[in-house]
């Protein structure tokens, strides 16, 4: 538990810098491009982001299930990683070439060709990064995966403020200063997962393949529909609206997202120490614990942003992104269930059951694609978020259910704060006064 806590705790400081970072970093762009330039550069960068959960098969969550259970040399898994990930890189992106000719317009109307094209070459090093860091995040190296993904937001963030005070496309400016910060930061990742393991192997090993294959596609599936039930909206605001529209709920969203730190971070930290634990009573009592505090916490978070919303999007994004403010508000009520969430999913994922959560998150994806159709033509970007909290609240009641049957779990030991929460508490607050003390 004090190894858990530690680690979740360096992974929340993280998580706080990286979204004050990532926050700044739109703050900026959105101040120099305006809502509808916001729009059109969160749609752009929003393709690469797809294609890419579309097409790593699963890969870096298969790196992270089996670096963790030692089945594999981190060597190994590494290095045949990075040459399926070469292959996948060339066919996606001559791929998303093909979309943006073809279909470019169609999917994304109001953004011009050239930003799409110029955002997929985010494409190899998203895919980098995701391998790279599921080697370290296997082998439980949490300081070096904090430090690395701290990295690339400081470095987007500098990069946007020099480019966009001189470019003249701007919106272009602000999609090479995140490729070009993804880019640096990859370098470091590699230079720290080599320090870590030494040289990847450079023979691919197929019996690895077919195991990460046989696990990653499992959870490939339900990547693509968590990502989509993420951004679905966005999408969609844009088909029905403009984007300007969807700039404004972009603003929302991130704003909103931060609540999701102590869920994310947790989680981050919880799917290689399930994969890892062998002790099966340790692990009934470890999740549902997790889960009930989170859920609580994030409430508590999510009631201060609430009340604070109107001047939250005042102050990071001017008035101009004021019509923000109520779906803001909407996003808060589905957050606080999609932070139980994240929890059970994890833990589902780690016991090598990934497929549950594709179901779930599939059906709840269906449910929130109808009601945002339904929703965002009669109320605008408030009834997207309405469709996206309904439907954070039943993947949440599902995954509970499941979790339950699965872990042999009740479902209030998951929901409700229990008598050793309260002394947990009690104990860390008097370790904590006896060390200010000292």
Not at 132 to 159: D, E
Not at 211 to 222: H, I, Q
Request: net charge positive; hydrophobic share 55%.
């Amino acid at each position: 538990m004090a190894e858990f806590l530690k680690n979740t705790t360096t992974t929340l400081i993280t998580r706080i810098m990286t979204i004050v970072l990532g926050m700044l970093a739109t703050v900026v762009i959105a101040r120099a491009l305006g809502p509808q330039g916001q729009g059109i550069y969160s749609l752009a960068t929003l393709l690469p982001g797809l294609i890419l959960v579309l097409s790593n098969f699963g890969l870096g969550m298969a790196a992270v299930f089996h670096v963790g259970r030692k089945e594999y040399p981190a060597k190994v898994v590494f290095g045949s990683s990075i040459l399926l990930a070469v292959t996948i890189g060339v066919v996606t992106l001559a791929g998303g070439a093909a979309t943006v000719h073809f279909w470019g317009s169609a999917l994304f109307p109001g953004v011009e060709p050239y930003y799409l094209y110029l955002a997929l070459l985010l494409l190899p090093f998203y895919i980098f990064f995701d391998i790279a860091s599921s080697i370290l995040l296997g082998l439980q190296r949490i300081g070096k995966y904090n430090a690395v993904t701290l990295l690339q937001p400081l470095l987007f963030l500098a990069l946007a403020v020099l480019l966009l005070l001189g470019a003249k496309y701007r919106i272009g400016a602000a999609i090479v200063a995140q490729t070009v910060s993804f880019a640096i930061a990859g370098g470091f990742l590699f230079l720290m997962v080599v320090g870590e393991i030494g040289r990847p192997s450079a023979k691919f090993s197929r019996k690895y393949f077919n195991d990460a294959a046989l696990y990653g596609l499992k959870s490939w599936l339900a990547s693509v529909f968590n990502f989509l039930h993420y951004r679905a909206d966005l999408f969609l605001i844009n088909f029905f609206m403009n984007p300007a529209a969807t700039g404004i709920y972009y603003a929302a969203t991130r704003i909103a997202e931060g609540t999701w730190l102590l869920s994310t971070s947790a989680g981050t930290v919880l799917l290689p120490r399930v994969a890892a634990e062998t002790d099966a009573d340790r692990l009934k009592k470890f999740t549902p614990f997790v889960c009930r505090n989170i859920f609580y916490v994030t409430f508590l978070l999510a009631l201060a942003v609430f009340l604070l919303s109107r001047w939250l999007v005042v102050f990071f994004y001017s008035e101009e992104f004021i019509e923000a403010v109520y779906s803001l508000q909407i996003l808060l009520i589905g957050n606080v269930f999609i932070s139980g969430w994240r929890i059970l999913a994890n833990d589902i994922a780690a016991r090598g059951k990934p497929m549950v959560n594709t179901y779930i998150i599939g059906v709840s994806l269906l449910v929130n694609v109808f009601l945002n159709i339904i929703f965002i033509p009669k109320f605008g970007i408030s009834g997207a978020a309405w469709a996206t909290s309904i439907s954070y609240f039943l993947v949440f009641a599902a995954t509970v259910f499941v979790y339950g049957n699965i872990s042999g779990n009740r479902a209030g030991s998951v929901l409700f704060l229990q008598k050793e929460d309260f002394k947990f508490y009690r104990n860390f607050l008097s370790a904590a006064l006896r060390y200010k003390k000292l």
